[in-house]
């Protein structure tokens, strides 16, 4: 049996859409349970099947406009660090799930559930490439904002052992985010940065990778401060609804909805950005995943699923 | 008469691209003079029209690999600072196009451009908007890779003024990047800058603006450091090739390989990166536009006509 943590507390949409997707999960499989943290009543509306499920009381969040690191002072009463104290307190847990503040997950996995090997976690994302089935790591995408060298360079070792163990990459191809790929390219951090990397025989560095190679399979892990990925991300999202919802109205005015409507399902089930959009902390003894705010019930599924595959195969245990 | 500077060494296509561009120019603007920097053998083959070109003698260029302060030691020889040169020295000049190195252009327009008013100039880009027909001053784009919030903040103004100027916006909305829309989101250069720029009285600051939303005529001047903001042009421009590509497959794979053309013909004209690619210099006396290095005789044609157009508009010089 994998027992599985669930906030309800952190999304957007609110907890009966968390809700939904948990019951969806326990519906489908047999071998997991979830330990929801939330508001009790709530829950039991769900009907959820017994004996599959627990509730650990919480009423409170943490927002984005909160302080993440003020808001851990009452962390008995807030969702997002029960749920991680949890996981951290329990052999049986697998992993965590959270669409709360990413500072408030960073601070809980900091706290309960930090590898002792490192100094903080990163939160990376998977992203597909333009090849098909082969994915990028993106680390950090929002976790550290403000970073130094040898975090960056952290980064790279979490990043490269990450898809070791997730896709059985031996040399897994580490790139640095920069405004060019040339060598002397970067800020005053990717060109401290880049010597670093260049000299750690332990990671196979490829050099400075451009944002218009970003998710072009250009390496496996793509290093860079939480506030450059944040951009590298959003800015990918942005763009890419902005495309489709433009094709969709072209194909209106021209009388051809259906095929843009169907090139539109095409796009989005190639990148699909409600499924990839969770984050994973590296450096943490358990898996966490970060969904977005904005994450609906077919988010938190796809997390759980996440989460079922990946210890299957044992990552990060090993 | 209008007089424009073009440095033919800068574009990976080679000077012959380049020069295509400009005899198309010189063929359509009766009013249009062209002060071609290169070599004068090459550009006697391409006939241009007599009385309406000169040439400046020069072959060497600066590539991204070289250190654009060094490569100023021998300004004299290189193409793109005797472009800048002849643009700071004679009042017919209205602007200068290279495809070069972007440190040289901000070299030699510090050098030889430089607004008195100004401590460094800034690379804008005026990106396209959801809203069709209206447009977003991104600045910086990657002349200032790192920043304090004192230029950030001179980036706001240099925005406002070129968009009150080119787009007649009164009060032009600024905006900050952020990894987040609120208020307490930023890097340590953004929470700096955010206060700075909610106590400038003459600047029209609407808050933090997260990368997704970059793109959704939110603001009218997005200001960045230059690091970040090649991350938004990069990745906009790298993303947007990818979902045309993946729709273009799949238009293949269906037997609907007409329709996904005319999609991306659209989407391409909406967003039409080799036009909108040119970058403009902001904190310059005269008009300096920065072409893409990739820049062909069409991106090189566009530049020429923007210049017209901002010159026409009397902008900069007001």
């Given at each position: 049996m994998k027992r599985i943590v669930v906030d309800t507390l952190g999304s957007d949409q609110g907890p009966k859409a968390v809700l939904e997707g948990v019951k969806e999960v326990l519906s489908e499989c047999d071998d997991v349970h979830i330990t929801i943290v939330g508001d009790p009543a709530l829950v039991k509306e769900y009907q959820l099947p017994e004996g599959k499920y627990d509730v650990i009381e919480a009423y409170e969040t943490v927002t984005n406009y909160d302080n993440p690191v003020q808001a851990f002072y009452k962390a008995e009463k807030v969702s997002i660090f029960l749920a991680l104290k949890e996981a951290g307190e329990n052999d049986d847990v697998i992993g965590v799930i959270s669409s709360g503040s990413t500072g408030a997950v960073m601070v809980g996995t900091l706290k309960y559930l930090l590898d002792e090997k490192r100094t903080r976690p990163a939160l990376a994302a998977i992203l597909p490439t333009i090849d098909k089935g082969r994915y990028t790591c993106l680390v950090d995408t929002g976790a550290s904002i403000d970073c130094g060298p040898h975090q960056l360079v952290e980064f790279a070792h979490l990043g490269s052992n990450f898809m070791r163990q997730l896709y059985k990459i031996d040399y897994p191809r580490v790139g640095l985010l920069s405004n060019g790929a040339e060598p002397t390219k970067g800020n005053k951090l990717v060109k401290e940065t880049f010597k670093m990397l260049e000299a750690d025989e332990s990671i196979n560095f490829v050099g400075n990778i451009e944002g218009k190679m970003a998710l072009n399979d250009m390496c496996d892990v793509l290093v860079c401060d939480g506030f450059a990925g944040n951009q590298v991300l959003k800015v990918t999202e942005g763009v890419a609804v902005n495309l489709i919802t433009e094709m969709i109205k072209y194909g209106y005015?021209?009388?051809?909805?259906?095929?843009?409507?169907?090139?539109?399902?095409?796009?989005?089930?190639?990148?699909?950005?409600?499924?990839?959009?969770?984050?994973?902390?590296?450096?943490?003894?358990?898996?966490?995943?970060?969904?977005?705010?904005?994450?609906?019930?077919?988010?938190?599924?796809?997390?759980?699923?996440?989460?079922i595959n990946l210890a299957n195969n044992k990552t990060i245990y090993e």
């Open positions: 005015k021209t009388g051809k909805e259906d095929v843009a409507k169907e090139f539109a399902g095409h796009i989005m089930k190639t990148y699909d950005f409600e499924s990839n959009g969770a984050g994973i902390m590296l450096g943490a003894k358990k898996l966490v995943l970060k969904c977005r705010g904005s994450s609906g019930p077919k988010a938190i599924k796809s997390a759980c699923h996440i989460l």
